[in-house]
């Protein structure tokens, strides 16, 4: 999806899809369905080349270049350099960086890499279709990670709550647990647990009693966890044995960024004036 953070520095390629949406309805028939292609398809149109975006649109393939060159881009070269632009970390300075890196750098590099891949391996899994569903269909979340995830799962819980209604970080040292007080009038919960070697005591016996309390459970840890299989069926092990000091939580971050955007695929909920309404509200409060 489109929507998310907005204060990001526009690009070009804000500008070109602007363009695009704007100029969509007085198109030619045959350049409209091009352009109705593309922005169904930005995510994974950088994949795509003039030919096959033809073929997909039912189009000659002269009618991509004539549609792209309407609204100020030279051809499909210039549109995926703007999506370059757009979506790397620095631009060319990424690559740039990445070719001097010493060669054991570069395997260490390669090792996080794989780690995010073998999460994004995971997202037709069982598992993950489970915490899917839960994150979709529970009235209301709780998020929660101890010692040293604590902060990720706090930054999980704020940005799920952008997301959906009703999205609250839980501490069961801080609020004593009187959040469940009452677990009979809650309806549909799901407890979100974040945990990583060396394990936090609370983890698995907060994810037992969120089981006997009815509250569907879901688990992020990496690839040694012993307990959280037992508890329930939306398991997402991440790898963190990458070579470095300390174990790595690129795969956990990567995990709850994709279950983040999971909740927000399908939803009863509407997303777009879900982000609207944060827009204005942090307008007012002047926080950007």
């Not at 993950?128 to 569903?133: D, G, I, V, W």
Request: aromatic share 8%; glycine share 6%; hydrophobic share 40%.
């Amino acid at each position: 999806m489109s929507q998310g953070f907005a204060s990001y520095a526009k690009a070009p390629l804000d500008e070109f899809v602007g363009k695009m949406k704007k100029g969509l309805p007085g198109l030619p028939k045959q350049e409209a369905k091009v352009a109705q292609y593309f922005l169904l398809n930005l995510d994974a149109i950088s994949f795509e080349t003039g030919k096959s975006i033809a073929q997909k649109a039912g189009v000659a393939e002269i009618t991509v270049g004539r549609m792209l060159r309407r609204f100020g881009c030279a051809g499909m070269k210039e549109f995926k350099a703007m999506l370059r632009h757009r979506y790397s970390v620095v631009g060319q300075a990424f690559a740039d960086a990445e070719a001097e890196l010493p060669a054991d750098w570069q395997e260490q590099m390669n090792a996080e890499l794989r780690a995010v891949r073998t999460v994004y391996g995971k997202m037709n899994t069982p598992a993950f279709q489970a915490a899917e569903r839960y994150l979709r269909e529970a009235s209301e979340i709780y998020v929660t990670g101890f010692q040293t995830v604590r902060g990720l799962a706090e930054d999980t819980t704020r940005r799920l709550a952008l997301a959906r209604p009703r999205v609250r970080f839980l501490s069961g040292h801080d609020s004593m647990l009187s959040e469940w007080l009452d677990p009979h009038t809650e309806g549909d919960s799901c407890v979100l647990i974040i945990d990583i070697i060396p394990y936090a005591a609370e983890s698995e016996a907060l994810a037992r009693l969120a089981r006997e309390q009815g509250r569907s459970v879901i688990v992020v840890t990496d690839e040694y966890c012993h307990w959280a299989h037992d508890v329930t069926d939306a398991v997402i092990n991440t790898p963190s044995k990458t070579g470095l000091f300390l174990e790595s939580i690129l795969g956990l971050n990567a995990a709850t960024s994709l279950l983040v955007h999971s909740a927000t695929v399908g939803t009863k909920h509407d997303v777009n004036q879900r982000m609207r309404d944060w827009r204005r509200l942090t307008n007012r409060m002047r926080l950007f």
